[in-house]
């Protein structure tokens, strides 16, 4: 899962990437509004954490220009800002949760855990497709009840697939979600990731659909 977050406070945007790093997302930082503001329209993120106070440009007007474009990635604001007027004007405009300052960073994890979870049609941290089954909280996935040693990567593709049973997502999807803009999108690496996981999972769960992306086939269909 690719999360950005938009905060000026370079220690407290450093604290977040390394805590959501830790469980396994991919953490883009953005330092003002403005810059907020274009990767979070050029760009596909899970979910976003925005703070409302920021340079160049407020996050408030950011959160309203996101959805006036009809954006909707879950969005969570997190700012010094603790009145109840303040929360109201924020879900107002459209943030789909609100975390004041100072704050936990489980509290800020299992938040957006939830945002991701509502997002993609799931009530619960665990997803499960036939044998496999992915529990989000504790980043642990296990086949037929043995637990499955997997790779970061190869976690937050299997967690992607898992978000999106039965849907064809492209190698370009896949990249755009697991890997920060930094990664060479003409890599090979999403195959050998894939072919990784086969040979660790139930046999046949993840399909090739030629010149569209893979699928994660749910139990009793054909792919």
Known sequence: MRILVVEDNADVARQIKTALSREHYVVDIAADGEEGQFLGETEPYDAIVLDLGLPKKDGLSV?????????????????????????????????????????????????????????????????????????????????????????????????????????????????????????DRDSNVIEVLINRLRGKLTPGLISTRRGLGYQLDKPGTDA
């Open 63 to 183: 959160l309203q220009h996101w959805r006036a474009c009809g954006s909707e990635v879950p969005v969570l604001i997190l700012t010094s800002r603790d009145t109840w007027r303040e929360k109201v004007t924020g879900l107002r405009a459209g943030a789909d949760d609100y975390l004041p300052k100072p704050f936990e960073f489980e509290e800020l994890l299992a938040r957006l855990e939830a945002l991701i979870r509502r997002a993609s049609g799931h009530a619960t941290s665990i997803l499960s497709c036939g044998k496999v089954r992915l529990d989000a909280s504790g980043a642990r996935v296990t086949v037929d009840g043995d637990l499955v040693d997997l790779t970061a990567l190869e976690y937050r593709i299997l967690q992607y697939l898992m978000q999106h049973q039965g849907k064809v997502v492209s190698k370009t999807e896949l990249i755009e979600h697991i890997y920060d803009q930094s990664f």
